[in-house]
């Protein structure tokens, strides 16, 4: 056999130390802590001025009771706003304000033809029970 290859062997340098890679420390990295929903400023007004345009709409429709849904109404503007002005945007603020709007004048209209029915009926003497005694 002919020990003549055509394949030479690299030569390699063992003098020198092999390179070893470089490890670089990444900083740790804690989780970030939950962040807690704080509670909205003047929470409670938007609550009531909700309630109240809520009930204004209801007593609106009752005839006299239109009195009360008035006031429930007048009352749910008011709270709507102060809160809005305390720093509250929340839909409960907005929706007590337009309902406390359209329940008050719904309840100063009907209030109003109420009282017009009312005093027809009694200008005509329709209200006048008198004439059932003889």
Same mark, same amino acid.
């Given at each position: 056999? !002919?020990?003549?290859?055509?394949?030479? %062997?690299?030569?390699? !340098?063992?003098?020198?130390?092999?390179?070893?890679?470089?490890?670089?420390?990444?900083?740790? %990295?804690?989780?970030?802590?939950?962040?807690? +929903? %704080?509670?909205?400023?003047?929470?409670?007004?938007?609550?009531?001025?909700?309630?109240?345009?809520?009930?204004?709409?209801?007593?609106?429709?009752?005839?006299?009771?239109?009195?009360?849904?008035?006031? +429930?109404?007048?009352?749910?503007?008011?709270?709507?706003?102060? =809160?809005?002005?305390?720093?509250?945007?929340?839909?409960?603020?907005?929706?007590?304000?337009?309902?406390?709007?359209?329940? *008050?004048?719904?309840?100063?209209?009907?209030?109003?033809?109420? *009282? +017009?029915?009312?005093?027809?009926?009694?200008?005509?003497? =329709?209200? !006048? *029970?008198?004439?059932?005694?003889?």
């Amino acid at each position: 056999m !002919d020990n003549n290859n055509n394949f030479q %062997q690299p030569q390699y !340098d063992y003098s020198q130390q092999p390179v070893q890679p470089q490890y670089v420390q990444q900083p740790v %990295q804690y989780a970030q802590q939950p962040v807690v +929903a %704080q509670a909205q400023p003047a929470k409670p007004l938007a609550i009531v001025g909700m309630v109240c345009g809520i009930v204004s709409l209801v007593f609106c429709w009752f005839g006299t009771g239109a009195i009360a849904g008035l006031l +429930a109404g007048i009352a749910g503007i008011i709270c709507s706003v102060l =809160a809005k002005k305390k720093g509250n945007e929340s839909g409960m603020a907005k929706a007590g304000l337009i309902m406390g709007i359209i329940g *008050t004048v719904l309840s100063g209209i009907f209030f109003i033809a109420c *009282t +017009a029915c009312v005093a027809c009926a009694a200008a005509e003497g =329709a209200l !006048d *029970t008198s004439y059932y005694y003889y």
